[in-house]
Each structure stands twice: as C-alpha cells, then as structure tokens.
C-alpha cells in the first residue's frame, strides 16, 4: 500500500471512476471500473467505497458519470437529473454524499469538463482538510495530555480508505506518531463488517504504527482500566448543536470516555458539518440488512430464522464531546460551545 492509498479518482484512460474495493480488504487489494451511474450506486451501498469524505468524492463524481452516460444514451435533462439524484440517495445518513453531489450539480450548464475539474478539486481539498485538521486535533491534544506518548483507541475506519487522502481519526494518529508521541492504538474490531480489524488495522499495519485489535464489547473496559488516554473518531454527519453521528458503537466508547474523564474527539472535515441539522434526533438513520448481523463472511452464525437488528449508525449527544477538530479550528460542544458558520 505504501504510505498512501487512493481510494476513489477519476481514471482519464477508462473516462470513468477507478475505486479501491474495500469489501475485499485486506485479503485482496482490487480496483473496479466504474462506468455507470448504477455500478456507482451499488459500490455505495455495498460498502465497496465507504467513509464520508470518500462519499464525499463518489457524489460528485457521480455527477459526472450521470452526464457522460446521458450523452452516450441520449438522455434528457429530467433522465440525467434523476441519474444523480440516485447517486445524491444512494445512502441516506452520511451528509458527504449529497454535498458532493450538491458542490458539483450547479456546474453542470458549465459542461462536463467544469462538472470533473470541481470534483477533483473536491478531492484535493478533502486531503488537504485531513493534514490541517490532524496538526491541529495533535496541539489540541498534546498540550491536555501529560504523557510523553499517547495510547488512543478508534472505532471503525477514518483513514486514507474512508478518505481522499490522509485519513481523519487516523489522520490524528498518524500525525502523533510522526511526531513520536503515539505509543499504540486500540483498534475496534467494529462489527458487523470488521472495518476496524479489516480495515484501520491494515493502514495502520501498513503505517508502522503499533496497535492491538479488540472486540466491540471490549471498549468501555478498555477505556474505565485507564488503558487509553483518548479515543479518536470520525464522522458521518455533525448536527449544528454538536451531536455527533458515525459507525454504531460509538456512542458507548464516548459514554466510557465521559465516566473515565478522558477526552473524547471526533476528527472530520467541514463538509461533514451540517448546520442545515439542528440536532442528532432528526438524522435519518440507515438501516442495514439484517443478513450482515446474523453471518459472518458468508456464513450463518445464528440459527435459522434469526433476524438481524442491523443500524449502521448511532449519535453521539453534544454533551459527551469533548471535542470537534475540523480543518477550521477546535470546537468544544461538552464545554457549550456551537459550531458556527
């Protein structure tokens, strides 16, 4: 993999999407070619391409493909604009889907060339984001922390794979360790789909950076033991009041940082502020099939019958948030503080 992995671009030779396939990590590493507003919708919703920056980059790019395959098939503008719209719904809670949809949409009278130039541009700022918000997530957290290296536990995957680049959660922890001030992760295994163990796992392999992996349900032990000084996530969506949605289990590594007194941080780019959002209570939480609970790669592990409660998210209340690191500063929701436009 290298230091860095490119999850999701526009390939100029295939005049489509080129996507890492996450499904397959970390047992194969494979690219698909993504030519049709269809195949990109399903590579949304089948995880293949996953994590809110890289959705980010998957809408709006997906502008682009709707209007490249209304050209080849003459479409209208009505079919053209329902093509993106079903890339804009594609997955319905993380709000970097339809930003990017929404970044991009404006310049399509602009033509095409306009429409994948603001798209790339997207992706360009995106990793940008991840570096500024890591340098100031890492002061933030240095100058709390007296340890000379920190121990940090993260939940699911905000890495370079969730990302145009960088990395948000793992953004921080890489930048820690550059500086020689991260002695381990803990690593959530993050069930149903292992994007912990499957995927931070492999970056941070890949990275040099010590960890361990733990089941889910180990978390709150871990944290109320004192065997971590922060825990480190990502985000789907951030509402106006602070309240924080990602992967489900987060809001319990957040309710055992608040009983430990340890800081609690959630590291994401702007774009996955939405002020448009008062609070967490009306984000629409996606519901994923039950089949993913009740097996495991394929294979049953319930009994016949068994059905699957299966919510992909949760929220996180304002007031378990010790912080919010965006690529613009520092917000302190469990101190009252607001994000602002």
Known sequence: MGDEVVTIAWDDGLDGVRLLDQRLLPGRTEHREITTVAALVEAIRTLAVRGAP???VAGALGVVLAMDEGD??????EEVAVAVDSVRAARPTAVNLAWGVDEVRGRMAQGRDAVLAAARQIASEDARANRELSRLAAD???????RPRLRALTHCNAGALATSGWG???GVLRELHERDRLELVVVDETRPLLQ????TAY??????IPYLIEVDGAASSTILRGLVDVAVVGSDRIAANGDVCNKIGTVG????CDAAGIPFVVAAPWSTVDLDTADGDVIDIEQRPGAEVVELAGVRTAPPGARGLNPAFDVTPARLVTAIVTERGVVEPARGARLDR
Do not use: I, K, P
Request: hydrophobic share 50%; charged share 20%.
């Open 196 to 199: 912990g163990s499957r995927l």
């Open 253 to 256: 590594v957040a309710l055992a």
């Open 140 to 146: 933030w957290l240095l100058a709390r922390l007296d």
């Open 54 to 56: 890289a959705l980010g």
């Open 168 to 170: 948000t959660a793992v």
């Open 203 to 208: 970056e941070l392999d890949h990275l040099g």
């Open 72 to 77: 080849r098939n003459g479409w209208g503008e």
